[in-house]
């Protein structure tokens, strides 16, 4: 790895970092009107006659999970007509993971890019070499919303320029263990600290008839997300760190330990079957209905999963001295992740201002939620359900947080890649070792680190 490349992991890690020390200072409301300070609507460019005649705009965001269709439900539709009335909006769904990566290459190959958009590492890469992606940077520093987030900085790619804008909650989002408090009573079995008490609690429930453990498997996407860095990390955190900044590879021999605990997890029962073929929202289900006791998922599903008081939460157990769930944690989020702009945007001005007004909606929703954000609303701080309140004073003091390497790690072709493999991996029938030869290869072209 070049000297220049070194340097970009290590300011990457630096900023991802630095996220985390200084969001813990944010206020939380239970409004879903758009407050006093956020973005003020900008003036139409064009009158006739007297009359204001309204900016189309076109708009591309998530459509996946119950989230983000609330935002767009109950804080976007209700009022961006009151908080932008010279604009004519129209939104399309956009799906998720690499359904929204392939429409937005499309569209972008195409020329036919919408005016504000949902960004993401996955397709960052090719839109900002084809200049289709704003720099927001002098936007919001001249109109004042920078000035919103606790820390501008974490809004900043490895390049120093900003090209999305998010609510910030990311950096409270991890993966953990759900666990239904009820199932684990009826089956005799205790929360597991370690990995391999963790596989004797999964025999005993399905020992019980009970499906031990649940997560969305469809095009990988445990395993690229979270599980194969959880499984690395509970066994070497160092390890874990060295790869998502591009310092070691898949021969290291912790990466292929936690390679083969996802193997052995798919191999022996934990997951239900057909997992590999397991969609996000039917998984959900499985854990919602109790027809599965635990749920591999992140913590934004903490909010809708705590109206169920059977519900409470683990961090994955450790699978060796070198972890301590209370000094080591992933987090989610990238600088990447957010409302960006297109550069061809036919009225930029305005354009800027609808992705603030999606951010701050995105905030109004999280913080209703009790969640913490970094982006501040302007409201009065409200109270927290019992398990969000015992999420953060776990998650507040972890002194070594690890940004995702499914988000600053990968270009497509390498995301893409762990995806088809990580499926694989979950099917039981495929072998660590092939998992690792594939992606080392794949590894070693990867041309992240080359931005």
């Not at 084809?130 to 004042?144: E, K, P």
């Amino acid at each position: 790895m070049s000297k220049a490349s070194k340097l970009k992991s290590a300011t990457l890690l630096a900023a991802v970092l630095l996220v985390v020390s200084a969001c813990g200072n944010n206020t939380d409301s239970g409004s879903n009107q758009v407050s006093d300070n956020s973005p003020a609507p900008a003036a139409s460019t064009d009158n006739s006659a007297g009359n204001e005649k309204k900016i189309k705009m076109r708009v591309i965001t998530i459509t996946t999970d119950e989230n983000r269709n609330k935002i767009m439900d109950e804080y976007i539709k209700p009022n961006i007509e009151k908080a932008l009335p010279n604009l004519e909006v129209e939104f399309e769904p956009g799906g998720g993971g690499e359904d929204m990566a392939n429409k937005l290459k499309t569209l972008n190959a195409s020329d036919d890019m919408p005016d504000v958009f949902w960004n993401d590492a996955g397709y960052f890469t090719p839109l900002k070499s084809t200049g289709s992606i704003m720099d927001l940077t002098s936007a919001i520093t001249a109109d004042g919303y920078i000035d919103k987030y606790a820390v501008p900085d974490a809004l900043k790619h490895v390049d120093g320029k900003i090209y999305s804008l998010s609510s910030g909650a990311d950096t409270y989002f991890t993966p953990v263990i759900f666990y239904h408090k009820d199932m684990f009573e009826q089956a005799g079995v205790k929360v597991p600290t370690t990995f391999d008490e963790f596989m004797q609690v999964s025999k005993t429930l399905k020992s019980k008839d009970m499906v031990p453990a649940v997560t969305p498997g469809k095009d990988g996407w445990g395993p690229k997300l979270f599980m194969l860095q959880q499984m690395i990390q509970i066994g070497d955190p160092q390890a874990m760190a060295d790869l998502v900044s591009n310092k070691t590879d898949f021969s290291n021999p912790s990466v292929k330990e936690g390679v083969a605990r996802i193997e052995k997890m798919a191999k022996e029962g934990v997951f239900p079957e057909g997992i590999s073929n397991l969609d996000y929202g039917p998984a959900m289900e499985m854990f919602t209905s109790k027809r599965a006791a635990m749920l591999m998922m992140f913590t934004w599903e903490l909010p809708n999963l705590a109206k169920d008081d059977t519900v409470d939460f683990f961090p994955f157990p450790s699978a060796s001295d070198k972890y301590d769930p209370a000094k080591v944690v992933q987090f989610w989020g990238s600088p990447l992740n957010g409302y960006a702009v297109s550069a061809k945007t036919e009225h930029p001005d305005e354009a800027v201002k609808l992705a603030e007004f999606l951010a701050m909606a995105d905030a109004l929703y999280f913080e209703s939620t009790g969640a913490p954000i970094s982006l501040k609303t302007g409201n009065a701080a409200s109270e927290k359900s019992p398990l969000m309140q015992k999420f953060i004073d776990w998650y507040n003091p972890i002194p070594t947080k690890i940004a995702s390497f499914a988000l600053n790690s990968l270009d497509a072709r390498t995301s893409a890649e762990l995806s088809s493999q990580g499926a694989n991996l979950l099917t039981g029938e495929y072998a660590a070792d092939s998992f690792v030869t594939a992606m080392d290869k794949i590894w070693s072209e990867n041309t992240w680190f080359d931005n």
